[in-house]
């Protein structure tokens, strides 16, 4: 089969290799489309740990395709069977596994966890093997560009989960207007939240989030966003702030946000040690929340939230790519050429 | 009565004024023991908000004594009850104190609230005045001076509530061995913990919580105590980890020692912005927890620990003074004269 | 004003009695529309625990209407706002009222405990008094006798969230086609269960249901309602069984259909003790939850969902009538007369 | 090696059978003591779903022993240490098993579903397979006859742990004075629960039960339990109410006695259905827990609960008996001679 393989830093090559046989709990998927993520770009530009040598290993995580074979214990699929997934597979003996946190696995990258794309083979081929747990067999009214972006719209949906999950009739702010605050936007949307702010500060982005269903958007560079949510909330502020943006200044704004026993859930974070008032946070009585991919089945309840029509990630997918044309994929999609929201790679068009 | 009233920045005066008068939901009681907090030396230096003018104010949060009068509604309570009580009377019509949380009532110092020894008068005095909301029976075994440090066992039951209150077998750290983080030590082992390390710089504290029940002390000046937790769990970090010491390093410290899907619970925080890595809480999925104040009736339930005999609050009790003395009382807690860990006053001593 | 006063057993009578006068936390509303509940049927014909005498009580628990005077310490609303009302207000001192629960208040009938319409008096009539914590103001898209039904929407959603609140992409059987069958078939589809099915006996009504939302009627007339639950979820169950017929199958039918850890939620119950299978519930992990009333603020936010549009009170509204008829009303009620599912009486029409 | 072996309905025998090899992730125990339990009684006399065919048997799922030798990819254990079990392996691939529910696996007995004793060989036998997942370290402190009854104590753990686990200075009923009643009564006071009544018919084990700490004993052939309760609760009724009688009043009497908002958990049920008031369930919002073996790794902590000496099992352990003695252990077991309790084979004495 083609597939792109990681060559060396950010030296990715379209490479003849062999097809993976699965094992006896693994299915084979032909992929049809595999989405680019922000952190293919970063371990194709120096290697996570846990991932496989230059020269052997398949990037991509955030995909959907066909099963093709079924390994010999495998009835929960048939071939045939349409089919989204989510990258982790805990090892399933390990504290946090046995007890549901699979995507917090403890064996990260050992006894059996995989995370296809980061320590496993993943979606930038033409075929890959998925363990039945981490597969979701998705309707035919779901296209597989759409369903390749399931663990953006899972990650999201257990991120609701872990706060709760009940907002109906909540104040909910967005901090961050890429694929997964779009997707909080929409979320928070369909859980019944009655207002929805998204800050950012982009523009066009802020207008992706207001037709996807926010309220209220807030660009930072004309407005002050923690001024704008205390007089919307008649100085109270939102019941639950969902920081996405990463940014240096993310976590402070969202607990600036927050109601008093309000929630902050954050699902990016920046990388380096930012500077914080947990004194706001305990005087006020805050909780903080966080989540570590995709986890307790959220996938699974994506695909039905999707299927419904109450979440649209069509809208999301602004650009594909054939798989022979990967390095445009990433190229368009890192610098957001086009107004490029998430790009998709089609590995069966070579 | 007597009692001693805050005439004006850090000038606290004993004076003879009126004895009050219980409104229908409350209880007149006889303070027999009023304990120095922290917050009593912060708030006499400069005004907290919501605090009383000069010259009417009579501070004092932690307090038990006996009933000797009751409003015309009461009949939870008889004259003659022993009893210790908490600071918070929420306004009971706000979203937060309608939902149980009371202690972030959302009216503070508004529309029924009070907060005794904050918005309302305390307990250094001869006589104060409760809300039945606040005021929990103690039995005969339990000391009144033991009892007056029932706000501290409730806030550390309250934040161990908050942080899910099962812990049975669990690794569990204690950062600050001031009177918050010793009574941490002591629940800790009362709920089953498997071990409880407690941190600290100063050896005579650190020697305290050793005999109040720590499996093992970590001296920050003599080891890493990150690297100890780490060591002493396999490399997978605390199950629980608790904040008490109000320091700089104490948020940052806290997220680095916590496990994989571990939890954090703030009962100090710094008062200053501080640096800190979220990446750390985001990438391990770890979760941060505050409280305020001893919320959800966890003074009824220390009561019934400190009955019990599992928790030991008279250790902590270190020095006593007459109302009278009520200045050397401050000036021993702050600067821990004698080894000074809490310090109550005696109103009916004059 | 007027009012419909019990003068004795199934004796209700149109009387001129005196406007109430707000208390110092109270509002008093202009009543636009009360809606008929079974409840009402059953304490006129005999009277429930803490019911005022005949001649002085005033029935009516689910009502709406206008803001016309505000108690002396109210700032919550204006007058002129429109409102819509929850039945019970709770002691907020009892250990229940403290902790959240105050439908659950262990002071019914005492110490400040109200239930309008049930302990005092409630909304037939053309002025009602409601304390602030019982009042939700309504946005002018919703109507008067809409609104009048948020009670029953709001006891759903305390139940749903009573259940975990969080069901994106799960199976749920709604048992029993009346009203809070109904809108618990709509609240199960806006908050993104999968499928719905809706169980019961009357072809017009599981129609209804079926175009409020529901995936699939179940007519046990028809077909074996376990069997079918059990071949469309791969005889999995459930993952939540809603129970609100109060029948007296209704128990063990619900244990049947829900899955091995699933929920059960009964919002309906018979009257007299029945059979249930005790060893299904325990050998499978099945959890059995009820709710008493409309609690933790659920009517608050019910009024946002209604104003979303995501869930219609309207259709169930089938009959309305003036105050003057209100025997009418009942007989329409109780007798089901062209189809009545919810009948509204409008006290400002005499 | 030795091993009891089921020839037959209740025909056990002593048989010479192969040592069993450990597979990849499995360790081989040395059997060192295996309890007695119920339902080993009840699968002897009829088979239960799943069990392996006449003359292959071995049952026994409750037992301790030494690890001699590991599967190819285990680390976490070394050989020679001393071990307890938990029974139950899910297939770590159905929706339970996944999040975290595996005492609840849907794919019972199939798809690497194991419940040794049960669907797979169990402890009365020299030697025993495994799964890492199911075996806990034990200190050379607790012995191996009181870590063979772990199962007990971790279903009794899971149990708390599903109503909350947070008991402190609560009011809990146990009914039943069982082995896991006894257990509960155990767990409840080291959870500081501030009373802990035991409603039981025998007078010793009452007695015994007020040695494990039980505060307040009732024998229902002298006392209205139910009576008693609301009287020593004030009326109120319990916070937690724990039925292990398995009785047919069980159901009901829990349902009785527990307080408006309170909870109840069933450790045992009734076979046949039974008469249940579920208006007093509904009405006083009182929610059912139950649970499925030992669960959430409980076992784990109930190790640690053992070691710490806050619990004791060695003073269930009222027998014990050589392998070629197991029938009259059964016998002991069944018919409760001598006081019996638990009873405990030791399958290296022959």
Redesign the interface.
């Known amino acids: 089969m083609k597939a792109a393989v990681l060559m060396g830093p950010d030296r990715i090559e379209l490479k003849e290799v062999q097809t993976p046989i699965p094992g006896p ?1 693994d299915v084979l998927i032909r992929v049809e489309a595999c989405a680019v993520c922000s952190s293919d770009l970063s371990l194709m530009a120096k290697p996570w740990p846990g991932q496989p040598s230059y020269g052997e290993f398949i990037p991509g995580h955030e995909y959907a395709g066909t099963v093709v074979a079924l390994g010999e ?1 495998v009835d ?1 699929f048939r071939v045939g069977d349409r089919v989204a997934v989510e990258a982790h597979l805990g090892c ?2 390990c ?10 696995c ?1 064996n990260y990258g050992k ?2 966890h995989r995370a296809n794309g980061f320590t496993t083979n993943g979606g930038y081929a033409q075929y890959v093997i998925n ?3 981490t597969v979701y067999p998705i309707p035919d009214s779901v296209r597989f560009d759409e369903a390749s972006l399931i663990t953006n719209l899972g990650c999201v ?1 257990y991120g ?3 706060a ?3 907002i ?3 104040q909910v702010v967005v901090i961050g207007p890429g694929p997964l605050g779009l997707i909080s936007v929409e979320v928070a949307k ?3 939240a ?1 207002r929805v702010f998204l800050v950012g500060t982009r523009a066009s982005r802020l207008e992706v989030g207001r037709n996807l269903g926010a309220d209220r958007i807030i660009d930072i560079h004309q407005e002050n966003a923690v001024q704008v949510i205390l007089e919307e909330t008649k100085g ?1 502020g939102a019941d639950l702030v969902i920081e996405t943006s990463g940014s240096a200044e993310g ?2 704004m969202a607990i600036a946000m927050a109601r ?2 309000g929630k902050i859930l ?1 699902l ?12 706001l ?12 991919g995709e986890g ?3 996938c ?6 999707l299927a ?1 029509g ?1 979440v649209n990630l069509k809208r999301l997918v602004t650009h594909s790519f054939a798989l022979g044309d990967i390095s445009d994929a990433f190229r368009t999609f890192r610098e957001r050429l086009g107004g490029a929201i998430k790009v998709v790679v089609e590995p069966q068009k070579v």
């Open positions: 709990a214990t929960e399933m003996r504290r946090n596994c046995r007890l549901g946190n699979y995507t917090a403890l006894k059996g363990h039945v747990n949906l609701f989960e872990t709760g999950g009940y109906v009739g909540d369909a859980l019944c009655q109270m976590p402070q008093r026993m954050l990016g974070f920046p990388e380096e040690p930012v500077n914080a008032d947990f004194s946070l305990g005087k006020n009585n805050k909780h903080l929340y966080t989540v570590r307790w089945t959220n699974g309840r994506g695909v039905s939230l419904s109450k």
